[in-house]
């Protein structure tokens, strides 16, 4: 061990020596030497050459793959693991609610107001129905300071047949209306001038019911294809306890025509309206009054799609027909209709100008104004022109608005006036500044509509809206009985699925009126009708799918306000009953 110690240590010092010697002399410095180039170096590439020779292969080394055989040997294994059947999760799902065919509804309140409906209908075979309307509305007075009677009764009936067919549907119906009013709106300062005894026994001898009665046969037909669009037509009898006596027929066929896929549409229209009133209320006439007009109309107009742009051009061509005193004449109006989506749905803007002669009647202004004098000038309102243009469309899913600003130019606009008190008729019972009368002005008005909905839930629904007038007449007239400001909101809200519950209040500005010989003094009296506010409210109980309760409160602020000129309407009303639904 000793020995081989040593000779390792002296191999590892030669080693060691030999190592350094060789650095020594690798660190020798090289001398400075000069290098003349003679010619500049210039590399080439020998030509390659591809070798022709096929390498052999040794493949002794290569053994053949052996063939593996195998098996699987299948033991059944125990488990006592079962799967449960998969279960789809369930959707709740609300009880879809049924619709029933009729309907039947009775409500009775102060006042002696009842209220009654009744809705049949019946299906007669696979197409065919009939159909059955009754509906009455009633009330006893009691609007406090009424002098005269003040009760009202309105009761009409409808019956129908149609039928809905693959390629039009139509249906005809026939009705009948009766309805009672009473001139009870005699002016406070009315017969001022007379001793109070005296103005008493005049007031006694005022008997103020008139009544009115409508006749009516109509129908309509829709077509899915062909030229012909829709057809509607309808004949009317008005009549009143006054030996008054009104007679209307209109006629209103449409077509539309596809050409390179754009339609043109045409509406037909005939108009016609004549009737007769036995007592005129100008002073010291007590001839009869009768008129006869007739509208001829044609409105065609060209109907362009286009991305994003609707566009409508067309006019409107009609012949007004007076008979009775030779006042013909010919019109043209402008129909020009435009919409762009300048975001989609939410937001849209339109813009048009359109025009019309349109038909004024006996039993329209009834409707609109049931205290009339049965002494009324008759003729239709030209509406030259009516320029708007708007924005509508959707802050959110579930907010609507609609925003309109539009300027009209009418003439021979129909207005109610108050009448004043005469002697010339004999003292009719409408003639002690009691009633209205109509009278025709050309009105140019400035008007603003905005309109917001929202439907904050399924169970949660407003609405509100508002219309303001700027109205303009020739000379000093007034616009009589137009409100500058109208403005009107709604709430409707289901608060389970058994109880609903509603909200309604309006707002109507001043209006401008006039009467005159109140006191048998000669000199007009211009009238101011204050603005008005009212809230109606109703509540609603759904007993079954069948019955339901309700219960109706109407001018809440017991406001006596006055609707027209010295016609105060009922107080704070109550209104209770029920609607049950059935199927025959």
Do not use: C
């Not at 009842?114 to 009455?136: C, K």
């Not at 009691?142 to 067919?165: Q, R, V």
């Not at 509100?464 to 000093?476: A, L, P, V």
């Not at 759904?542 to 016609?567: D, M, P």
Request: glycine share 8%.
């Amino acid at each position: 061990m000793k020995m081989n110690f040593n000779n390792k240590t002296i191999l590892l010092i030669l080693l060691f020596v030999f190592q350094l010697s060789f650095s020594q002399t690798k660190e020798e410095s090289i001398g400075t030497e000069t290098v003349n180039v003679v010619k500049p170096y210039s590399p080439t590439v020998s030509d390659a050459f591809k070798v022709k020779e096929t390498p052999s292969i040794d493949d002794a080394g290569n053994q053949p793959k052996e063939t593996i055989k195998y098996s699987i040997l299948s033991v059944p294994v125990a488990s006592t693991f079962t799967p449960s059947k998969g279960k789809a999760e369930g959707v709740e799902k609300s009880k879809q609610e049924r619709l029933f065919s009729n309907y039947a509804t009775v409500g009775v309140g102060n006042y002696s107001t009842l209220n009654a409906e009744l809705f049949v209908t019946q299906d007669l075979g696979n197409n065919d129905y009939f159909s059955g309307m009754f509906r009455h509305h009633s009330s006893q007075g009691g609007i406090k300071d009424a002098e005269l009677n003040d009760e009202f009764y309105d009761t009409a009936l409808n019956i129908g047949y149609g039928a809905n067919n693959r390629d039009m549907s139509w249906a005809v119906d026939l009705g009948y209306q009766n309805q009672i009013y009473n001139w009870y709106g005699l002016p406070a300062a009315f017969g001022s001038a007379l001793l109070p005894g005296e103005r008493l026994e005049l007031v006694d001898k005022i008997n103020p019911n008139h009544s009115y009665n409508t006749i009516s046969l109509g129908g309509n037909i829709d077509f899915t294809e062909g030229v012909f669009n829709k057809i509607s037509t309808r004949f009317t009898h008005f009549s009143d306890n006054f030996s008054s006596s009104e007679n209307r027929f209109y006629l209103k066929p449409s077509f539309k025509v596809e050409v390179m896929d754009q339609s043109i549409n045409t509406n037909i229209i005939v108009d016609h309206v004549s009737g007769s009133f036995e007592n005129n209320y100008a002073n010291d006439n007590t001839e009869p009054l009768k008129y006869s007009l007739t509208n001829f109309g044609i409105e065609p107009s060209f109907v362009i799609l286009e991305n994003d742009w609707t566009l409508e051009l067309g006019a409107g061509l009609f012949y007004g027909l007076d008979s009775e005193n030779s006042g013909n004449k010919f019109y043209i109006y402008p129909k020009v209709n435009a919409s762009y989506k300048l975001v989609g749905d939410l937001m849209i803007f339109y813009a048009g100008a359109n025009g019309s002669l349109n038909q004024n009647s006996y039993a329209d202004f009834v409707t609109e104004n049931p205290f009339l004098s049965p002494t009324l000038n008759m003729r239709p309102t030209s509406n030259q022109y009516t320029v708007f243009a708007g924005l509508k469309g959707k802050l959110a899913n579930n907010i609507n608005y609609n925003v309109t600003g539009s300027y009209l130019n009418e003439k021979n606009k129909a207005l109610f006036k108050s009448n004043d008190y005469t002697e010339d008729l004999a003292n009719e019972n409408y003639a002690y500044g009691n009633s209205f009368g109509v009278v025709y002005q050309d009105v140019r008005t400035f008007r603003f509509y905005g309109e917001l909905k929202a439907d904050f839930s399924e169970n949660v629904t407003f609405g509100i809206n508002g219309t303001f007038n700027s109205y303009k007449n020739d000379g000093d007239l007034e616009a009589w009985n137009l409100p500058t400001i109208k403005l009107s909101s709604n709430l409707d809200v289901n608060i389970t699925k058994q109880w609903y519950a509603g909200l309604n209040v309006f707002y109507v500005g001043e209006r401008k009126d006039m009467q005159s010989n109140l006191d048998f003094a000669t000199d007009p009296v211009m009238v101011t009708l204050k603005s008005y506010f009212d809230a109606n409210a109703h509540l609603g109980y759904k007993y079954s799918e069948r019955l339901t309760f309700f219960l109706k409160l109407n001018n809440i602020g017991n406001q006596a306000y006055e609707k027209w000129l010295n016609y105060a309407v009922q107080g704070f009303q109550v209104l209770g009953g029920a609607n049950y639904k059935f199927d025959f």
